[in-house]
């Protein structure tokens, strides 16, 4: 496992040394230089899983990148894959996708590296697919943020599969919307909602979770069919289809968050909703307040006197 578990450190050390390794490119064309790097990758590494597919322009392509061992260790943990996408690279602001999976201590990857252009679902479909051939998986749980391109994917591609919405993906997302609505009161209410189905229901009362999420999502769906015609046509799109991956009613309370995969560098994320700034403390910071200061400050006092 720590064969794949990046720490902080490490990734800091990678972006303080990207001058150094794009002098290294075989080309100053990021593709062929790519294109040179795989290829010799699969040289040395035949049992990875490299493809490099495209056109002559490199208006469409695909390149997935796992290495053998992860073959292994994707077996070993009873915990869903997560599928992100996060920095852009090379040109045209290609996303870079990845297959990951979350334990209590650590963000475990690379599983898979994958690049589609165009960024269809059927593409990163494709990769998926692909992906779980060569470790000779079939998963039942996914989890994601809550892009519907990531999420038609494994709809199509893996239908007997449940995918879980990262609670905070929905409500950044959800905080990011106000322009749809002509009533500030009816966007607040529509993210408290949104807020309460995703997050802060009470999951241990079967029937209680049930009644309420049903009047919280009546409530919703009313206020915004009868009041705000912009908000709905989003809503339709984005959240009705896809209730099932991101109310707590379906997905369950467990895997509310990926948020664990977003604290590299140490960073709190921070949203700003209503005016309000809003902090996510991770459990390591709490540790830190309740546990471990205390304990150090006991120690100093008993030192004193």
Same mark, same amino acid.
């Given at each position: 496992m720590k064969l794949f578990a990046q720490s902080t450190d490490a990734l800091k050390h990678k972006f303080y040394r990207l001058d150094e390794i794009i002098a290294q490119r075989l080309s100053n064309d990021p593709y062929t230089s790519l294109e040179a790097f795989l290829n010799n990758l699969q040289e040395e590494c035949p049992d990875d899983l490299v493809q490099f597919d495209y056109n002559g322009d490199f208006s469409e392509f695909t390149i997935i990148y796992a290495p053998f061992a992860a073959k292994e260790l994707?077996? *070993?943990?009873?915990?869903p894959l997560h599928v992100d996408s996060t920095h852009s690279l090379i040109k045209g602001k290609i996303q870079l996708f990845a297959v990951t999976m979350k334990t209590s201590q650590n963000t475990i990857f690379p599983f898979c590296y994958f690049l589609v252009n165009p960024q269809t679902s059927e593409k990163i479909q494709e990769c998926l697919v692909k992906f779980c051939e060569f470790a000779h998986l079939d998963p039942q749980h996914w989890s994601a943020d809550c892009a519907l391109n990531i999420a038609r994917a494994i709809e199509d591609g893996f239908p007997l599969a449940q995918l879980s919405w990262c609670a905070v993906?929905?409500? @950044?997302?959800c905080a990011k919307v106000g322009s749809y609505f002509d009533n500030p009161q009816n966007f607040e209410n529509f993210y408290l909602a949104m807020d309460f189905l995703t997050l802060r229901a009470?999951?241990?009362n079967a029937e209680k979770l049930a009644e309420e999420s049903d009047e919280t999502y009546e409530f919703l769906t009313t206020m915004l /069919?009868? /009041? /705000?015609? @912009?908000?709905l046509k989003y809503f339709d799109k984005q959240w009705r289809r896809t209730k099932e991956?991101? !109310?707590m009613l379906y997905r369950g309370e467990g895997d509310s968050t990926n948020n664990i995969a977003e604290s590299h560098f140490h960073q709190l994320k921070q949203t700003f909703f209503l005016g309000k700034k809003n902090e996510r403390i991770d459990d390591i910071v709490i540790t830190l307040i309740t546990v471990v200061i205390p304990m150090r400050l +006991? =120690?100093? =006092? *008993? +030192? !004193?006197f």
């Open positions: 994707v077996h *070993s943990i009873d915990n993906h929905v409500l @950044r997302a009470d999951a241990t /069919e009868e /009041e /705000e015609p @912009r908000a991956h991101w !109310m +006991l =120690k100093f =006092k *008993s +030192l !004193m």
